[in-house]
């Protein structure tokens, strides 16, 4: 690690300016990088590869955050660290009740984007029918999109496809919701979302679209088979006409009378444990 000689002060100190402009989509997007607050993140993160760019730490926490750091050894070498007065770190963090160690991370590579990348990866896990694949199509809830990235990876999904309007999966709120998930969960971004269906019913994939209509199949009375896939819509208008068209068939979740639908994100969980469960 490569320690700052200085306790900073001043939030025009460049690492702090850019901990602060991170929290743009547009400036995360631009620099490749992304913050997140924690303890728990932080060896989430370490643990599972990722390349930590520098870390601001809070004065009177800093030898136990650095204790922690000088335990990764070689993983952290590269890695800046720098200390900041309390009342700073205070005021940049977005946490209600700061740890003291705030991290600047690369992009995670098993995250491909649109394009080429998507595509390449998309079709190498849809040839295998083994492998487990969840849909997202305009999912914009923070909070939402991180538990279903939890979720995936806690029922073995091998992929999540999400349209290109899905919240940002490096949104600090987002990281925060996937609780050490999005370092482990691949996913791949398409602007249609009826491209990655037609690439996946090309392989041989039934794809359903999980909506209430006459036609829709009730969820737990084997309907879903080994390569099934589900596609979740948004949170207040469900999946588009189009995304529908595309679909094999649909399927919906059973519940009592009088109770209208699921969070998204509950509802992509129910269907996740019970493609797991084999149900």
Same mark, same amino acid.
């Given at each position: 690690?490569?320690?700052? =000689?200085?306790?900073?002060?001043?939030?025009?100190?460049?690492?702090?300016?850019?901990?602060?402009?991170?929290?743009?989509?547009?400036?995360?997007?631009?620099?490749?990088?992304?913050?997140?607050?924690?303890?728990?993140?932080?060896?989430?993160?370490?643990?599972?590869?990722?390349?930590?760019?520098?870390?601001?730490?809070?004065?009177? =926490?800093?030898?136990?955050?650095?204790?922690?750091?000088?335990?990764?050894?070689?993983?952290?070498?590269?890695?800046?660290?720098?200390?900041?007065?309390?009342?700073?770190?205070?005021?940049?963090?977005?946490?209600?009740?700061?740890?003291?160690?705030?991290?600047?991370?690369?992009?995670?590579?098993?995250?491909?984007?649109?394009?080429?990348?998507?595509?390449?990866?998309? =079709?190498?896990?849809?040839?295998?029918?083994?492998?487990?694949?969840?849909?997202?199509?305009?999912?914009?809830?923070?909070?939402?999109?991180?538990?279903?990235?939890?979720?995936?990876?806690?029922?073995?999904?091998?992929?999540?496809?999400?349209?290109?309007?899905?919240?940002?999966?490096?949104?600090?709120?987002?990281?925060?919701?996937?609780?050490?998930?999005?370092?482990?969960?691949?996913?791949?971004?398409?602007?249609?979302?009826?491209?990655?269906?037609?690439?996946?019913?090309?392989?041989?994939?039934?794809?359903?679209?999980?909506?209430?209509?006459?036609?829709?199949?009730?969820?737990?009375?084997?309907?879903?088979?080994?390569?099934?896939?589900?596609?979740?819509?948004? =949170?207040?208008?469900?999946?588009?006409?189009?995304?529908?068209?595309?679909?094999?068939?649909?399927?919906?979740?059973?519940?009592?009378?009088?109770?209208?639908?699921?969070?998204?994100?509950?509802?992509?969980?129910?269907?996740?444990?019970?493609?797991?469960?084999?149900?």
């Amino acid at each position: 690690m490569r320690m700052g =000689e200085e306790i900073i002060t001043s939030r025009q100190n460049k690492s702090v300016s850019l901990a602060v402009s991170l929290e743009s989509r547009k400036t995360r997007e631009k620099e490749g990088l992304f913050r997140f607050d924690g303890g728990k993140l932080f060896s989430e993160a370490v643990s599972c590869g990722i390349c930590i760019d520098r870390l601001l730490l809070r004065q009177s =926490e800093s030898k136990k955050w650095l204790a922690l750091a000088e335990g990764y050894g070689e993983a952290l070498a590269d890695t800046a660290v720098l200390i900041l007065a309390d009342e700073l770190f205070d005021r940049i963090s977005t946490e209600r009740a700061p740890e003291g160690i705030l991290a600047i991370a690369e992009r995670p590579s098993i995250h491909a984007r649109v394009g080429e990348e998507s595509f390449a990866l998309a =079709e190498q896990v849809a040839a295998h029918a083994d492998k487990r694949i969840l849909l997202l199509e305009s999912v914009r809830d923070t909070g939402n999109v991180g538990t279903i990235l939890r979720s995936a990876s806690a029922f073995g999904f091998d992929l999540v496809v999400m349209s290109a309007d899905c919240a940002d999966l490096l949104n600090p709120k987002t990281v925060r919701g996937a609780m050490g998930a999005l370092f482990r969960q691949p996913t791949a971004t398409f602007v249609d979302m009826t491209e990655a269906i037609s690439l996946l019913r090309s392989h041989g994939r039934r794809v359903f679209g999980a909506a209430l209509d006459r036609k829709a199949l009730a969820l737990g009375r084997s309907v879903l088979q080994k390569g099934d896939c589900v596609v979740i819509g948004n =949170e207040g208008h469900g999946l588009s006409e189009k995304t529908l068209a595309a679909c094999s068939d649909t399927l919906f979740i059973p519940m009592e009378k009088g109770s209208e639908s699921l969070n998204a994100a509950i509802a992509a969980s129910v269907i996740m444990w019970s493609m797991y469960a084999g149900l």
